[in-house]
């Protein structure tokens, strides 16, 4: 959706970083821990199929993970609303006056 938008094909690709930086930290946090804890829960599971194990390294990753998850899918969906704002899709005085800012 950002090559999409009209502040892309001026150049202002800045400007839609500043913004969506936050998801971007948050995806890069978020997609390590869902890794670990599924390969840690299938580690355990193939170790003894017969029984269900639960340690307290697996909650505390399984809580770190819950709240990652939060924060990406708020940021998400932020940015998501963000994308939807009619100003990015044409021109307007507030494009031009970021663009001579980026250009100064």
Same mark, same amino acid.
């Given at each position: ?7 892309? &094909?001026?150049?202002? !690709? =800045?400007?839609? #970083? &500043?913004?969506?930086? %936050?998801?971007?930290?948050?995806? *890069?946090?978020?997609? %390590? !821990?869902?890794? *670990? #804890? ?10 003894? =199929?017969?029984?269900? /194990?639960?340690? @307290?390294? #697996? ?5 770190? &993970?819950?709240?990652? *998850? /939060? ?11 963000? #994308?939807? @704002? %009619?100003?990015?899709?044409? @021109? =307007? /005085? ?9 250009? &100064?």
């Amino acid at each position: 959706m950002l090559f999409n938008t009209f502040v892309f &094909q001026v150049g202002l !690709l =800045s400007l839609l #970083l &500043q913004r969506c930086y %936050p998801l971007l930290l948050s995806a *890069a946090l978020y997609l %390590p !821990l869902s890794i *670990a #804890l599924h390969c840690w829960i299938l580690n355990l599971r193939w170790l003894d =199929s017969n029984r269900f /194990v639960w340690t @307290d390294g #697996l909650q505390a990753l399984f809580v770190f &993970q819950r709240l990652g *998850a /939060v924060l990406y899918y708020y940021l998400y969906k932020r940015m998501a609303e963000f #994308l939807g @704002d %009619p100003r990015l899709y044409e @021109d =307007s /005085v507030w494009l031009r006056n970021a663009f001579a800012r980026a250009r &100064q």
